[in-house]
């Protein structure tokens, strides 16, 4: 993942009510949740979660699908994963001292 995505999604999880939902959707699994009940955990109008949501959509860390009238949300498991590679696959690595 390059420099760019990574900080879009970090940008995105930064807001609380969007990592609220993220980790809502994370801990509902592969089968996710209908949006209505999203706002049924959180507590939040219904306009303010479509505005959160959108920016998860729009960064590629949830997916929607319509499933008649129910609009289901589910967290993008492979995306957070190289997230999560990305912050972690140079750990440990050799940094050489670039001040002197």
Request: glycine letters at 8%.
């Amino acid at each position: 993942m390059n420099v760019d995505d990574l900080s879009t999604c970090l940008e995105k999880l930064g807001n609380p009510t969007r990592l609220r939902i993220y980790r809502l959707l994370v801990r509902a699994g592969p089968d996710g949740l209908p949006v209505g009940r999203i706002q049924q955990h959180l507590g939040i109008p219904a306009s303010t979660l479509s505005h959160h949501i959108f920016h998860l959509v729009t960064a590629g860390l949830i997916r929607q699908d319509r499933e008649g009238r129910v609009l289901r949300c589910r967290a993008n498991f492979e995306r957070m994963d190289e997230v999560v590679r990305s912050l972690t696959e140079e750990c440990c690595a050799d940094v050489t001292d670039q001040t002197g």
